[in-house]
Nanobody, 120 residues
């Protein structure tokens, strides 16, 4: 069984910054790709950023140059540093983690979601 716990959302003014974190725990053999998705009201969930086990990253065009995804493998935690936030960044943010198990099976797990609201 695995668990993801997110933190760091909140209300911030346009131009401000926030840092989200997502810690994984439980019984697993490995963690592969870790990432962040978001879903705004009336919209589909979309990829924001991801980071693979070798450290390579991928970003949505809308956040390139403003957001940074990084991970602490010793703490099984992925972070999303968000700078120069815009009202259109308002959404519920979900972490997404790919787990591997000794049996060879894998599991994609989602965090509970954290609200980010960018407003003056």
């Amino acid at each position: 069984q695995v668990q993801l716990v997110e933190s760091g959302g909140g209300l911030v003014q346009p131009g401000g910054s926030l840092r989200l974190s997502c810690e994984a725990s439980g019984s697993f053999y490995s963690i592969n790709t870790m990432g962040w998705y978001r879903q705004a009201p009336g919209s589909q969930r979309e990829l924001v950023a991801s980071i693979s086990s070798d450290g390579s990253t991928n970003y949505a065009d809308s956040v390139k140059g403003r957001f940074t995804v990084f991970r602490d493998n010793a703490k099984n935690t992925v972070f999303l540093r968000m700078n120069t936030l815009k009202p259109e960044d308002t959404a519920v943010y979900y972490c997404n983690v790919h787990f591997g198990f000794r049996s060879g099976s894998s599991l994609i797990s989602w965090g509970q979601g954290t609200q980010v609201t960018v407003s003056s």
